[in-house]
């Protein structure tokens, strides 16, 4: 596991992790590469996995019948794919797919939860890194369903 | 145009002031002051001193104006109406340019500029203040209005010093009153005195001077320049209302969320009244206005309030939606942000605009309420 | 300190518009439209000034010049369609005369700030105002630092100046990111609000102007996200809008507490307008 504890210790997630942290929850992962089109999670599916984008684009995405997929949000190199893993059912509500060569680091999120369940102390390690974003996400999520830039001036 | 008070006094009977009035007229001007009309005192053409409001006063509070007998004969007798002179020097509609198509040419011809010489007699000193504010906003900047420059580069001033406080005056809070200082070409104070009625003149102007050596007159006495001052200190001396004004673009800028704007705008309207009765309120809006062959088109000026919902409107809606925000714009405008704008407040203490309030808001109560203070403490007896 | 033009002699008659003809009609999406008109004499503006457009018969509204300040002679607009007098004009085509009032207003600080990274953030049309420094920074590019364009819009459909997205995304040393709010999967660009994209962009925060323009509400999240970054709220600067009439300083119904939008700005620095943009329907 020493190689995928090294490839975390460079993404911003693991940014002020210990060493033991970092050992421990890189026993919950493993490294991916997606190829265009490839998709990392389905919208219905089961949630089982996250992703940290080492390198590329995911574009989130769902589809509209007669209109085809829309997509909502792209996930770039430093970010966060996935978070339906965190609450039950664990069911995925969108579709993820990658849209160049993309590099990742895949979490087992069972694996994971078990994990931030036996030590609460890495549980918070993980909530910290996990909540911002997400936050982040969301203002940006209502400021897109606000469509305000129909009334941005000239 | 009007310059600082030059000192030199004389005295003129009511006859002497109609010889004024005539010289002034004989000098190409067209006279205006105050008449009685609607069961008001409004400002209109006076040919001489009989259309003058001979003996008539007027009794103001929130929310009503009432005119009344007085006991005397006096001309100038009454506080300030719902007219202030701003309806001559800024037009409350005016066509500002027509514009015509003839095949692909458009032209445009703006308004020529009018060389009306308009004397206004009876000005007070908070309207000489309004005046000033107004030259400020509309003169005074980058860009000149033409029509107001023109007519107020020719206007003449005939100033009153007050003889009476209205009940909604608070002049002497703003320094706008009610003692003429300056910015009129000739000042009168009446004076009443049992059979005795005379007016002291002071001249402002070198065209002040010379329509006063133009007429029949006399100097003052010591007792009768007394006895003008006496006639200022009284007035000043019985405000009808007071507000402490020396901080409030501070007081009102820190507290744009103050619970009594809410207050306010349950009673408020949002009529408009305040914002056309105010000798400074300058806002105005354009219509574009066309003929039916679509050949030729025009556009109109006309005051427009900050109280209507057109005012703010941009594409989705109106910037300021609630009554409350638009009273608030009004007042802060008024007493706080003008400050920043134009180096004074936009307040004059006229106090058109809670005598003229159909439901009596008071802006000096909305200021001592904002302050904190109970207003009842603040009230003598 | 936004800028303004040296004022030439106020004209007459400030309120009376010239006649200007149309020399070139764009559509840039299903709402928008940008053309071009040629002054008699040409018109020096400063980049983010506006001029005031009078559709014969119909009204006349606010529009920012959206072409290069370097050529006066040629004044662009880009609008969108919203109103009756923006239909109107809408419905121009070249050799048709509008009436013209401007320039009026301050500017962007551009030229003050050479030397500095320099972050453009638009929303929607407000990347119409932000071209003229485009422009300007093409022109002058050696005068400054890092060069970042961040522009925001509802789906490539409605996106304006395509070509010269292209262009600037082909430009060395010029960083240009554009978001949709959502998008088929034949868009390749970024989905998503603008303001996250503030993190992909290189700049040095403590020598950094930034210009954002778009609706208000982006304008307040985008100045937060830069004072996070640590850009000064004295080097970050929006431009404004209000209802206009006049476009002088006369009317009074651009008012945004101290603040005449018409010649006070339309741009303002951030730190002047923070405590006003924070108060509901000021």
Redesign the interface.
Same mark, same amino acid.
């Given at each position: 596991m020493k190689d995928l504890a090294d490839l975390l210790r460079h993404h911003p997630f693991a940014e002020g992790l210990d060493e033991d942290t970092l050992a421990l929850v890189a026993g919950c992962a493993k490294n991916v590469v997606l190829q265009p089109g490839d998709y990392l999670l389905r919208e219905g599916a089961a949630a089982d996995s996250f992703y940290l984008v080492r390198h590329g684009a995911v574009a989130l995405e769902t589809f509209v019948p007669a209109r085809g997929p829309f997509t909502f949000l792209t996930v770039k190199t430093g970010e966060i794919v996935g978070a339906d893993w965190l609450i039950p059912p664990y069911r995925s509500s969108f579709d993820a797919r990658a849209v160049e060569l993309t590099r990742a680091i895949a979490f087992d999120g069972k694996c994971l939860r078990g994990k931030c369940e036996a030590d609460p102390r890495v549980g918070y390690e993980m909530m910290k890194r996990f909540i911002p974003p997400l936050v982040k996400r969301l203002q940006s999520a209502r400021m897109q369903a606000l469509g305000m830039y129909d009334a941005a001036n000239a | 145009m009007a310059a600082q008070m030059d000192g030199a006094t004389a005295i003129l009977t009511v006859e002497g002031l109609e010889a004024l009035l005539q010289a002034i007229q004989a000098h190409g001007y067209r006279t205006i002051g105050p008449i009685l009309q609607d069961q008001a005192i409004l400002y209109g053409d006076v040919s001489s001193t009989n259309d003058l409001p001979r003996g008539w006063t007027d009794e103001q509070d929130g929310g009503r104006y009432r005119l009344m007998r007085r006991g005397d004969d006096a001309l100038f007798g009454y506080s300030v109406g719902p007219h202030s002179w701003k309806k001559y020097l800024h037009a409350p509609k005016l066509r500002l340019w027509t514009a015509e198509r003839r095949g692909d040419d458009i032209s445009v011809a703006p308004e020529p500029q009018p060389d009306d010489r308009l004397a206004f007699i009876g000005v007070r000193a908070c309207e000489i203040r309004a005046i000033e504010i107004q030259d400020r906003t509309l003169v005074g900047d980058l860009y000149a209005d033409p029509h107001y420059k023109a007519l107020r580069e020719r206007a003449l001033i005939v100033a009153v010093n007050c003889g009476q406080a209205g009940g909604t005056c608070f002049c002497a809070s703003m320094q706008a009153g009610p003692r003429v200082k300056q910015g009129f070409d000739i000042a009168l104070t009446e004076l009443l005195d049992g059979d005795e009625h005379l007016f002291l003149v002071e001249t402002g102007s070198d065209e002040g001077r010379v329509l006063m050596a133009s007429i029949a007159h006399r100097a003052a006495s010591e007792d009768e320049i007394e006895a003008a001052e006496g006639v200022i200190e009284r007035t000043e001396s019985s405000m009808g209302r007071d507000m402490r004004s020396d901080d409030l673009n501070e007081l009102l800028m820190s507290n744009l969320e103050h619970p009594r704007w809410d207050e306010v705008a349950t009673r408020c309207l949002t009529c408009a009244n305040c914002t056309l009765v105010c000798p400074t309120c300058f806002c105005t809006s354009v219509e574009d206005v066309s003929d039916l062959t679509g050949e030729r088109a025009e556009r109109w000026r006309r005051w427009d309030s900050c109280f209507t919902m057109d005012f703010s409107y941009i594409h989705g809606g109106s910037v300021r939606a609630s009554a409350k925000s638009r009273y608030r714009q009004w007042m802060t405008h008024k007493l706080a942000t003008w400050i920043d704008q134009f180096g004074s407040s936009g307040c004059v203490g006229c106090g058109r605009c809670i005598t003229w309030c159909p439901v009596g808001i008071d802006i000096t109560e909305e200021v001592r309420a904002i302050r904190g203070c109970d207003a009842s403490a603040e009230e003598p007896q | 300190m936004p800028q303004t033009l040296e004022?030439c002699a106020?004209p007459?008659?400030?309120?009376?518009?010239?006649?200007t003809p149309v020399t070139r009609f764009i559509r840039e999406s299903e709402e928008v439209f940008t053309f071009d008109l040629a002054p008699e004499r040409a018109m020096p503006f400063a980049p983010g000034q506006f001029n005031m457009l009078?559709a014969?018969?119909?009204?006349?509204i606010p529009?920012?010049i959206?072409g290069d300040s370097k050529a006066p002679e040629r004044l662009t607009h880009?609008?969108?369609a919203?109103?009756p007098v923006s239909a109107a004009l809408g419905r121009l085509k070249a050799?048709d005369?509008i009436?013209l009032r401007g320039p009026f207003g301050a500017g962007w600080p551009i030229d003050a700030y050479r030397g500095f990274d320099v972050l453009l953030i638009a929303?929607?049309?407000?990347l119409?105002?932000l071209r003229p420094v485009i422009y300007w920074l093409l022109r002058h590019r050696a005068a400054y630092g890092r060069v970042g364009v961040l522009y925001?819009?509802?789906a490539p459909d409605?996106l304006i100046f395509r070509g010269e997205l292209d262009e600037w995304r082909r430009t060395p040393d010029f960083q240009l990111r554009v978001a949709v @709010? =959502?998008?088929?999967?034949e868009?390749? $660009?970024?989905? #998503?609000?603008v303001?996250?994209l503030l993190s992909?962009l290189r700049f040095d925060p403590a020598d950094t102007v930034a210009m954002i323009?778009?609706?208000?509400?982006?304008i307040r999240?985008t100045a937060l996200t830069l004072e996070d970054a640590g850009v000064a709220d004295s080097r970050i600067f929006v431009?404004? @809008? =209000?209802?206009m009439?006049?476009a002088? $300083?006369?009317? #009074?119904?651009c008012?945004f507490?101290?603040l005449?939008i018409c010649?006070d700005g339309p741009v303002h620095s951030y730190d002047r307008l923070r405590n006003l943009l924070a108060?509901?329907?000021?």
């Open positions: - | - | 004022a106020p007459l008659h400030p309120m009376a518009p010239r006649m009078y014969f018969g119909v009204g006349e529009i920012s959206s880009t609008i969108r919203v109103g050799g005369r009436g929303g929607g049309i407000g119409a105002p925001g819009a509802r409605d @709010e =959502r998008a088929g999967p868009w390749m $660009g970024d989905v #998503g609000y303001t996250p992909k323009c778009g609706p208000e509400v982006m999240a431009s404004m @809008e =209000r209802n009439k006049c002088i $300083g006369h009317c #009074g119904h008012q507490g101290p005449f010649k108060c509901r329907e000021l």
